[in-house]
């Protein structure tokens, strides 16, 4: 029977990673599940953040902090916690509201509150100031996570018909190359029927 990592060999083994990893990369304890118990693992991760190498942001969630001259510590993105807790779970995932505008450039409005729209369970994550939102919704909802159509629907659906202009519109256009925009018809019958005009618009090939 293999020998248990010891308590020393957990340390250093999670130290080494957490060295080899950008500044403003975030971990959960899960990052580290191969390298020993969990309780080797919660005991290493509280010995790092007293030496100031991690940050603990919240239950379970730590930052390798980035610093700026003028600024000091800063606080990790919210794409670096959003990717440390979906995949600690197994998530999918769906930005919504003014984050998903927000993510496009339609939108110069950073959230107080981030909102992603799940299959897994409700939750909510605070990370320093951020208060990131993880909503159960319908399978139609999360039908085109990770596309560039879920991200337009979710996103328009923020906007409201009178606030996607065609100056916005044109933006979409000029950012997202046209082969990515030409797919966002496969999943146009997910969309209200109010926005298919203007999903049609940004997918619409020059003559």
Known sequence: MPRAASSQSVDSQIARQVQTSDFGTVFTPDAFALLGSRAAIDKALQRMVARGELRRLSRGLYDKPRKDELLGLLWPSVEMVVNAVAGKDMLRIQPAGVYAANMLGLSEQVPAKV?????????TVKAGPMQISFKRTTPRQMAAAGRLSGLLIQAFKCLGAPHITPARIERLRQQVPAEERARVLQD????????????????????
Do not use: H, K, N
């Open 188 to 207: 146009i019958a997910l969309a209200p029927a109010w926005m298919r005009p203007f999903l049609r618009e940004v997918a619409r090939q020059e003559p």
């Open 115 to 123: 909102v992603l729209l799940t299959d897994g369970i409700s939750r």
